[in-house]
């Protein structure tokens, strides 16, 4: 449960059925429907739960599907805090007939998609009945995702043991704590740390650039925000360290 907050931060995909109030040409409703890929401004709408403030957000996929007047189905990869109802209205507003969104089903979000790895609740109440009643696991095991999984869309950090033991009782990964990164970190990305054994040890936010990290031996690297292994799972070789020096 600590990492479900990462997935609403996640990316994610819809599929979507624009209403258009009027009859256009489609080639020109697959033309505006291009316009509106890539970086775009939007405010959120009357009925939403941030702050109606204009913001850019990223639609990384936007495809018209199928067209049947007055029916369009879209599908959408976006970045979070996109909201589709707004897009749609904006394209109704831009090819000058009006339109609104009449349904919208998600299909995706982070790492987990409709197509790889949704599981139906009564199959999963089953796989919990089999567990308990036969103690057989096999079958819940490949229904419930690891912790690694759920973070195997961000930007990853390898550290060491060392580091491991401070970081699970709740310290910021500093530089000499690096074994191995990803090469296009950038500060403010959420990023995934990883033990030697493969592990997922926490998940934080980058204070640097990987770039600025290969320049220097010192410093934050990232401060931990979630983490997801015990906290004795490793040794707490640092509190040696102190013990030694004080």
Sequence with gaps: MKLVGLLMQSSKEYVAVMQLHKEVDLERLRGVVG???????QKPPVRSSVKRAVRV??????????????????????EHGTYVR?????????????????????????????ASNLVKM???????????ARGEMGMLTSAVMPGEYM?????????????????AYGADLTVP??????????????????S????????????????EVLQTRRGVFAKTK??????????????KRERQQS
């Design 35 to 41: 316009l509106f890929r890539g970086k775009v401004y």
């Design 57 to 78: 957000r990223e639609i990384f996929r936007l495809e018209l599907a199928e067209y049947e007047h007055p029916y369009a189905l879209l599908i959408v990869d976006c």
């Design 86 to 114: 707004k897009l749609i209205h904006d394209i109704g507003d831009v090819l000058g007939v009006g339109a609104h969104m009449r349904e919208l089903r998600r299909t995706r979000v982070g790492p987990f998609s409709e």
């Design 122 to 132: 009564h199959e999963l109440s089953e796989y919990v009945r089999l567990w308990r």
């Design 151 to 167: 973070a195997s869309h961000l930007p990853k950090v390898v550290i060491n043991d060392v580091a491991v033991s401070a970081v």
């Design 177 to 194: 704590g690096i074994s191995i990164m990803h090469e296009k970190i950038r500060k403010g990305d959420a990023v995934a740390m990883f």
């Design 196 to 211: 030697l054994k493969g592990e997922l040890v926490a998940v934080g936010i980058a204070q640097m650039h990987t770039e």
């Design 226 to 239: 979630r983490v997801t292994i015990c906290r004795d799972a490793y040794p707490p070789l640092w509190r």
